[in-house]
């Protein structure tokens, strides 16, 4: 004869059991803290619930190095560590890191320890950059490709931006204010504040190849500079796209950002030194 479950028991079983099911990817509701009290280095780790805990591991600490939480160059906390925070065994842990590993999200220093590494995206980035000065003539094609990326790039800052990645904006816009007051050409801090807007969009991917399109784009930029009112009014955009990534204003932030470049785009259709006037 089958053993009987008292009902009290059973009750508590299935309410376990709808708890577990409840747990998606990992990473609970409310579960990425801004504490800074929390852990070895304040990473705000929760309890991992997962019947494969490994999993938990890595996407919590994944997570932690997309959202720049943890930057290139950081180190981790000990496997002990990670295993207290993360309340699961340090077999499982060491799981996660080392499939972290695999992925090239972490390295290994001999006597150090575990730290986080930036992905490497040179040689992604140096096959879409050979294209784009073999098709560098075609000023109006870059300029779209800017613009897609560019404006991708605003609305992930506008989401993750750290308070690094804001002050970089600000400085930039700074720095440009006082050269367009003083007459001078603002390239360098136009330069830098669309590099600090790739950063902060933290996609090295997309961040690199802004900064190749940047490169590309240098002479009509400088140009632009150099005639009467170009770099105030590029100034006055720059601020309307830092105070929309500032409040958090993703979809405002891409719209800046498109009618900024396609500002760009109107003015290449003039004849300029360089480029050839529209319908030429």
Do not use: C, W
């Given at each position: 004869?089958?053993?009987?479950?008292?009902?009290?028991?059973?009750?508590?079983?299935l309410q376990?059991?709808?708890?577990?099911?409840?747990?998606?990817?990992?990473?609970?509701?409310?579960?990425?803290?801004?504490s800074?009290?929390?852990g070895?280095i304040?990473?705000?780790?929760?309890?991992?619930?997962?019947r494969r805990?490994?999993?938990?591991?890595?996407?919590?600490?994944?997570?932690?190095?997309?959202?720049?939480?943890?930057?290139?160059?950081?180190?981790?906390?000990?496997?002990?560590?990670?295993?207290?925070?993360?309340?699961v065994?340090?077999?499982?842990?060491?799981?996660?890191?080392?499939?972290?590993?695999?992925?090239?999200?972490?390295?290994?220093?001999?006597?150090?320890?575990?730290?986080?590494?930036?992905?490497r995206?040179e040689e992604?980035?140096?096959?879409?950059?050979?294209?784009l000065?073999?098709?560098?003539?075609?000023?109006?094609?870059?300029?779209?490709?800017?613009?897609?990326?560019?404006?991708?790039?605003?609305e992930?800052?506008?989401?993750?931006?750290?308070?690094?990645?804001l002050?970089?904006?600000?400085?930039?816009?700074?720095a440009?204010?006082?050269?367009?007051?003083e007459?001078?050409?603002?390239?360098?801090?136009?330069?830098?504040?669309?590099?600090?807007?790739?950063?902060?969009?933290?996609?090295?991917?997309?961040?690199?190849m802004?900064?190749?399109?940047?490169?590309?784009?240098?002479?009509?930029?400088r140009e632009v500079?150099?005639?009467?009112?170009?770099?105030?009014?590029?100034?006055?955009?720059?601020?309307?796209?830092?105070?929309?990534?500032?409040n958090?204003?993703?979809?405002?932030?891409?719209?800046?950002v498109?009618?900024?470049?396609?500002e760009?785009?109107?003015?290449?259709?003039?004849?300029?030194?360089?480029?050839?006037a529209?319908?030429?």
């Amino acid at each position: 004869m089958a053993r009987r479950i008292p009902t009290e028991r059973a009750r508590t079983i299935l309410q376990r059991l709808v708890e577990l099911n409840r747990v998606g990817s990992g990473l609970e509701p409310g579960g990425m803290l801004e504490s800074e009290d929390d852990g070895e280095i304040g990473l705000a780790l929760t309890p991992v619930r997962r019947r494969r805990l490994y999993e938990g591991v890595v996407n919590q600490l994944q997570a932690l190095i997309s959202s720049g939480r943890l930057e290139p160059g950081d180190q981790l906390p000990s496997e002990r560590a990670l295993a207290d925070q993360l309340a699961v065994s340090r077999t499982s842990v060491r799981e996660g890191l080392r499939i972290l590993e695999a992925r090239g999200m972490l390295e290994a220093r001999p006597g150090q320890g575990l730290f986080v590494r930036g992905r490497r995206t040179e040689e992604i980035v140096g096959i879409l950059a050979a294209y784009l000065v073999r098709e560098r003539e075609s000023f109006l094609e870059v300029l779209d490709l800017r613009e897609a990326l560019e404006r991708k790039a605003a609305e992930r800052a506008a989401l993750l931006a750290t308070q690094k990645d804001l002050e970089a904006l600000k400085a930039a816009v700074v720095a440009m204010q006082e050269e367009v007051l003083e007459g001078r050409p603002a390239l360098d801090s136009d330069t830098e504040f669309h590099r600090a807007l790739g950063t902060a969009s933290r996609n090295e991917v997309l961040s690199q190849m802004l900064n190749t399109v940047l490169g590309l784009m240098a002479q009509r930029r400088r140009e632009v500079f150099q005639e009467g009112h170009g770099g105030i009014l590029v100034l006055h955009q720059h601020v309307g796209i830092y105070r929309a990534i500032k409040n958090k204003d993703a979809k405002l932030a891409g719209e800046l950002v498109s009618a900024h470049l396609r500002e760009l785009g109107m003015e290449a259709h003039r004849p300029r030194h360089g480029y050839p006037a529209a319908g030429s």
